[in-house]
């Protein structure tokens, strides 16, 4: 993970809405956190990152 993210992540979380709208996700895994993301939580990149994994081996709760 980049220092950058880090910091961010530290900081704050993101709302389903701004990883949407973030140039950082693409294609099916944009679709895959359109699904897993509830609209009134945040969540760190890092965050993310996992439940698109837990997606793809099929482990999402």
Do not use: H, P
Not at 5 to 34: C, H, N, P
Not at 36 to 60: C, R, S
């Amino acid at each position: 993970m980049a220092k950058d993210e880090q910091a961010v992540e530290i900081v704050s979380g993101f709302t389903k809405a701004q990883f949407m709208e973030s140039r950082q996700w693409q294609g099916i895994d944009k679709d895959v956190l359109s699904v897993v993301l509830e609209d009134d939580k945040t969540y760190t990149i890092a965050e993310a990152k996992k439940l698109i994994n837990q997606f793809n081996t099929g482990k999402v709760l």
